[in-house]
């Protein structure tokens, strides 16, 4: 079982920049994939990005150029530096866990083992 901690939400003008932290804690030696989503009320869950053990990451299109992510050594916390963000950015941000390669996408969140609870972010126009 890994417990997930969200962290370094905010409120931000638009154009502004935050950056959310993941901390994985337990038992995180068979991790292969940390992902950010973010949600609305109302909304679907969706995809930002994913960073797979080895490095690799993948963003979503809405988000890609603006966002990033990455990981410590220990592949245990995961950040999201996000610049120039814009309102419709606002959500709750979660983070989520994956141990199977084939359960690591943005598209099926409803596959990933583990979730933190999420921190909010806003951005004002």
């Known amino acids: 079982q890994v417990k997930l901690e969200e962290s370094g939400g905010g409120s931000v003008k638009t154009g502004g920049s935050l950056r959310l932290s993941c901390a994985a804690s337990?038992?995180?030696?068979?991790?292969?994939?940390l992902a950010w989503f973010r949600q609305n009320p109302g909304k679907e869950r969706e995809g930002v990005g994913i960073?797979?053990?080895?490095?690799?990451?993948i963003l979503d299109p809405s988000v890609k150029g603006r966002f990033a992510i990455s990981q410590n050594n220990a592949k245990d916390t995961m950040w999201l530096q996000m610049n120039n963000l814009k309102p419709e950015d606002s959500a709750m941000y979660y983070c989520?866990?994956?141990?199977?390669?084939?359960?690591?996408?943005?598209?099926?969140?409803?596959?990933?083992?583990?979730w933190g609870r999420g921190t909010q972010v806003t951005v004002s126009s």
């Open positions: 989520a866990a994956g141990f199977e390669m084939d359960l690591c996408t943005l598209h099926r969140p409803q596959l990933l083992d583990s």
């Open positions: 960073i797979y053990h080895r490095g690799a990451t």
């Open positions: 337990g038992d995180t030696s068979g991790l292969i994939c």
